[in-house]
């Protein structure tokens, strides 16, 4: 990375390399329906970045840009680039398959596959090629350690995965997440099929997981995203109207349409 | 002002409790009406045919004399003729609905073939047998054999084979093949992964019953012109056969009153292939329901 960055001058090489995720100009349609509206967004290396805004706004869409899991609606167009570590990812010979490699994804609902518990986290290292067993074996445990939850699942690795409640359920996703090591989690609404206690955990787990990994999450909760991120965009109608740290979106923010929103006047 | 007047529901009660109850009693009676003539069905073929229901039975050959007939040529032929149909159905059925369900693209051609598939399993199975007679017996001059007659059969129980799978798949739910995308597995790991071990109860279903259609199926079986009265089992793929339906068929045209019986002892037969078939189909479904 050093190398590709000398060329653009040193200024820029501080910035550069620490950032994860460069959106610049980004459009998206569902058929005729502009979804994102010329998003400008840098994301930055061991942050968590939150995105808020009321429903219908692009928050989900834009997340699932970032690793082009929109793509598997057919009707989607995109313009513009998200230049992941300064590869753009819409590039004809960037394969989805790399990118979701190094961007592992948490989904709204918890949906662990209908297997053991030990099956749904070797699941990723196995379709990358890992087929020993003492290696998956500690990849098991140090993602389940992880994701908080080794010493709840430990003594019954083989028992089906759908048999935990939902909030470890969740957890587990989290754990099959980092068992492909990731360098990026993308998270979208990970806590709201969850109940308060298992949602403090999981906003515990984003605290300590922030140490290793860059993490994006949208959520519609205003409170978790001021508890929990160090930078807050503010999404409405598909455009990105602020973005800021946490504590000044919340504190100060510059467009009235924010204050409006995180006061609760709409949304 | 109140919209809903309790006293006056209390008084309509009793007759929405009626009409409940004669509903009730339309739709038992014709559950009844069906298990009626089934046991009426079974009791006339199992009183007649039983008695000839003998080990010689399944030892003999066709025959003239009633005393004499078998169903062993059958049998064994139906068995054959299976041999050729589940591979032959099962692969090309589930190839095509993991085809439509997973990799085609939801355009106008594509829903036009969807549509057409399931436009194919109302097609009268005389049509297949026409067809089969075309293609397989004369123009590849495979003549009346086991591999014709199980290609015809094969692409008679094909689309509902192929529309079985395909539920079975869309059943699947979204959220865990996209949990498989979000971790870089390809379109074919998440299917043999993830979608085919949910979906495989449901297609082995599906595909049992879909065989068994064809191993009851006889219309076919006339056009092409496989032989009634067969002294001899088939060796190898090419060799002519008869099946079960066949044998049934002449059988009850036959004057005397034994091949009557000997008919439904044919029948009984055919049943317990049938019975046999779908207890395989359970026990292969619950054993994988059970591992996932």
């Known amino acids: 990375m050093m190398v590709q960055t000398l060329e653009k001058g040193t200024a820029k090489q501080m910035v550069a390399s620490s950032i994860v995720y460069d959106t610049q100009k980004l459009n998206l349609w569902y058929g005729n329906h502009h979804a994102l509206k010329n998003i400008d967004l840098q994301i930055k ?21 970032l690793n082009r899991m929109v793509e598997l609606v057919p009707t989607v167009k995109t313009s513009g680039a ?12 960037y394969g989805v398959e790399e990118l979701r490699t190094k961007v592992g994804m948490v989904f709204q609902k918890p949906n662990p596959f209908p297997k053991s518990i030990y099956d749904n986290i070797a ?6 090629g890992i087929k020993n067993k003492k290696v998956l074996d500690e990849i098991v445990e140090k993602s389940l350690r992880g994701a908080a939850i080794w010493e709840e699942v430990k003594d019954r690795l083989t028992t089906n995965a759908y048999s935990l409640s939902g909030g470890q359920q969740q957890r587990i996703c989290i754990a099959r997440c980092l068992a492909i090591e990731p360098d990026v989690i993308l998270m979208d609404e990970p806590t709201s099929a969850l109940d308060p206690i298992s949602t403090l955990k999981v906003e515990e787990l984003i605290q300590e997981l922030k140490q290793d990994y860059s993490i994006i999450i949208v959520t519609h909760n205003m409170q978790q995203a001021a ?18 740290k946490t504590d000044v979106i919340f504190s100060t923010p510059e467009d009235n349409r924010t204050e409006d929103y995180i006061s609760g006047r709409f949304g | 002002m109140r919209y809903v007047n309790h006293e006056a529901v209390v008084k309509k ?20 009406f069906a298990l009626l003539v089934l046991g009426v069905l079974f009791y006339r073929i199992i009183s007649q045919g039983v008695g000839y229901l003998t080990p010689e039975f399944f030892q003999n050959f066709g025959s003239r004399v009633p005393e004499k007939a078998g169903i062993k040529a059958a049998l064994v032929g139906s068995i054959w003729l299976m041999c050729v149909v589940a591979p032959v159905s099962i692969i090309l059925g589930v190839g095509t609905a993991i085809y439509l369900e997973e990799y085609a693209t939801k355009n106008k051609l594509n829903n036009f073939i969807r549509m057409n598939i399931s436009n194919l399993a109302g097609v009268p199975s005389v ?9 397989f017996v004369r123009a590849l001059a495979l003549g009346n054999s086991v591999l014709a007659a199980g290609f015809t059969m094969s692409l008679l129980i094909l689309p509902v084979i192929i529309v079985g799978s395909q539920e079975a798949i ?9 949990a498989s995308y979000g971790m870089g597995a390809t379109k074919w790991q998440t299917i043999i992964n993830i979608v085919l071990p949910s979906a495989i109860p449901g297609i082995i279903t599906g595909a049992i019953l879909a065989l068994s259609r064809a191993v009851g199926e006889t219309a076919p079986l006339v056009v092409i012109g496989i032989p009634v009265i067969v002294h001899f089992l088939p060796d190898n793929l090419l060799s002519q056969f008869t099946a079960l339906p ?22 009984l037969v055919l049943m317990i292939f049938l019975l046999l078939m779908n207890s395989v189909a359970i026990f292969i479904r619950n054993k994988f329901q059970k591992r996932y």
């Open chain 2, 127 to 135: 049509v297949f047998g026409l067809l089969g007679l075309t293609i």
């Open chain 2, 13 to 32: 009660m009793n007759k929405r409790l009626i009409v409940n109850g004669i509903f009730k009693a339309i739709f038992l009676a014709a559950t009844l």
């Open chain 1, 123 to 128: 699941y990723g290292p196995r379709i990358h």
């Open chain 1, 227 to 244: 508890r929990i991120s160090d930078k807050t965009a503010f999404f409405l109608n598909g455009e990105v109207v602020e973005f800021d």
């Open chain 2, 170 to 178: 869309r059943a699947v739910p979204q959220d865990v093949r996209e």
């Open chain 1, 82 to 93: 998200i230049l992941y570590r300064e590869r753009n990812i819409f590039d004809a010979n």
């Open chain 2, 246 to 267: 066949m044998q049934i068929y002449d059988w009850a045209k036959r004057p005397q009153e034994a091949f009557q019986y000997v008919s439904s002892a044919g029948i």
């Open chain 1, 45 to 65: 290396e061991n942050e968590v970045t939150a995105i808020i805004g009321p429903s219908g706004c692009g928050k989900s869409t834009y997340i699932k840009t």
